[in-house]
């Protein structure tokens, strides 16, 4: 059986998520807005969670039908196969989605009734906390049924407990890190690493370890789940390869690069990082070949706070432009202006991206001379 599985993305990164599951082998995947969807089955759908570095989440589209009104959800939500996908002994939840070209416009009515046809019909009870998430989508009257697969969003892989000031999530990181040409095969510095997102991102993936190596998935808890082949598709995972390249990590915070040290042996690359104390003008290239420099200065949205980082981004930039040749630069900002501050030569730059409340840019350089 094959249906559509979409791919969550960050508005204006899916095209990049769309090249990895590409390159991860998925079949045609397709761009569209929030994500990138291709065609398959639940093994599908449990690969993209266990190997996607990008992916926000996995949805898989167990179906749609027509409804014009709550009487007609109501019905058409009862005789839904429900069975085929859910287990009548695991909790579920439903969230609602509507849009002003559907007839029915009350999400929390639509919720209800979609709810009540899964209790009724299937017998599995509904919780607030349930570990299986129905989404549906009401657009132009046309209910359209998905489940979560991966319950937990996937830039939780599992092996990070420590988290410093504003870290950035997993699943952004590898994408920058993607969109700067990186795919593990060269060394990474982060200068501003706090809990050191980038650099363990790009040590797992120069050791080609799976993402979500470590966490447990909503799909397991689905009726269409089968523990053998998912254990096949486990033990089917590459070996970690080895590799000479080391990924560097500093910070002026002492406490950030220690939580980021003890994140990076949790995820088990305690071997392939370094992290150190250094104020970010004071970085100098570890020996070696060049490789990427990326990192995520704060942002200095308070007032106050952004005079001085303009100091702060101009000693970076020196560094970068003095002692950095044959090295490329990603910069992850809210703020176009610090990004200039560092005089660095910017190739132009791609929509802003929404995280956490902001909109950060990659300002991205090609090989300093
Ligand atoms: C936005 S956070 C980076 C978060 C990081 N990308 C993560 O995912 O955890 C900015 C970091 O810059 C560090 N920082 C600020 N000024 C610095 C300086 N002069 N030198 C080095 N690090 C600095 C802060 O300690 C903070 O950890």
């Known amino acids: 059986m094959s249906f559509e599985i979409f791919l969550m993305a960050p508005p204006g990164l899916e095209p990049v998520l769309a090249e990895e599951a590409a390159e991860a082998g998925f079949p045609a995947p397709k761009v569209v807005p929030g994500g990138v969807t291709f065609e398959g089955g639940w093994p599908d759908?449990?690969?993209?969670?266990?190997?996607?570095?990008?992916?926000?989440?996995?949805?898989?589209?167990?179906?749609?039908?027509?409804?014009?009104?709550?009487?007609?959800?109501?019905?058409?939500?009862?005789?839904?196969?429900?069975?085929?996908v859910l287990r009548p002994d695991?909790?579920?939840?439903?969230?609602?989605?509507?849009?002003?070209?559907?007839?029915?416009y009350h999400a929390r009515a639509a919720q209800q009734r979609i709810e009540t046809a899964i209790t009724e019909e299937l017998g599995a009870p509904i919780a607030p906390d349930a570990p299986v998430t129905i989404r549906a989508r009401i657009d132009d009257n046309l209910v359209t049924l998905s489940v979560d697969t991966s319950g937990g969003l996937l830039h939780k892989r599992g092996a990070k407990e420590a988290v410093g000031k504003a870290?950035?999530?997993?699943?952004?990181?590898?994408?920058?890190?993607?969109q700067c040409g990186f795919r593990g095969t060269e060394p990474v510095l982060d200068p501003m690493?706090?809990?050191?997102?980038?650099?363990?991102?790009?040590?797992?993936?120069?050791?080609?370890?799976?993402?979500?190596?470590?966490?447990?998935?909503a799909f397991t808890q689905l009726a269409s789940f089968d523990a053998g082949p998912w254990e096949a598709l486990r033990a089917a995972l590459p070996a970690p390869r080895a590799t000479d390249l080391r990924f560097h990590g500093s910070d002026r915070?002492?406490?950030?690069?220690?939580?980021?040290?003890?994140?990076?042996?949790?995820?088990?690359?305690?071997?392939?990082?370094?992290?150190?104390?250094?104020?970010?003008?004071?970085?100098?290239?570890?020996?070696?070949p060049p490789g990427l420099v990326i990192v995520n200065p704060p942002y200095g949205l308070r007032i106050g706070q952004r005079k001085p980082l303009f100091a702060l981004h101009a000693a970076l930039g020196r560094a970068l432009r003095e002692r950095f040749g044959g090295w490329r630069?990603?910069?992850?900002?809210?703020?176009?202006?610090?990004?200039?501050?560092?005089?660095?030569?910017?190739?132009?730059?791609?929509?802003?991206?929404?995280?956490?409340?902001?909109?950060?840019?990659l300002h991205r350089t090609d090989s300093l001379p």
């Open 45 to 84: 759908a449990w690969r993209a969670n266990l190997v996607l570095r990008g992916a926000g989440r996995v949805l898989a589209r167990i179906g749609a039908f027509r409804a014009f009104h709550l009487a007609q959800l109501d019905k058409r939500s009862r005789k839904f196969d429900w069975c085929a």
């Open 90 to 104: 695991v909790p579920v939840r439903v969230e609602v989605a509507t849009n002003r070209k559907s007839k029915i």
């Open 167 to 178: 870290p950035l999530r997993e699943t952004m990181a590898a994408l920058f890190l993607r």
């Open 193 to 217: 690493c706090g809990s050191g997102t980038f650099v363990i991102e790009a040590a797992e993936m120069a050791a080609g370890l799976a993402p979500g190596r470590a966490r447990d998935f």
């Open 253 to 288: 915070d002492a406490g950030a690069f220690a939580a980021a040290r003890a994140n990076a042996a949790r995820a088990g690359v305690g071997d392939l990082v370094d992290f150190r104390k250094a104020a970010a003008g004071d970085i100098t290239p570890p020996e070696g």
């Open 329 to 361: 630069v990603g910069l992850v900002t809210t703020d176009a202006g610090l990004a200039g501050a560092t005089e660095l030569p910017f190739l132009p730059t791609g929509r802003p991206v929404p995280h956490g409340g902001l909109r950060v840019t």
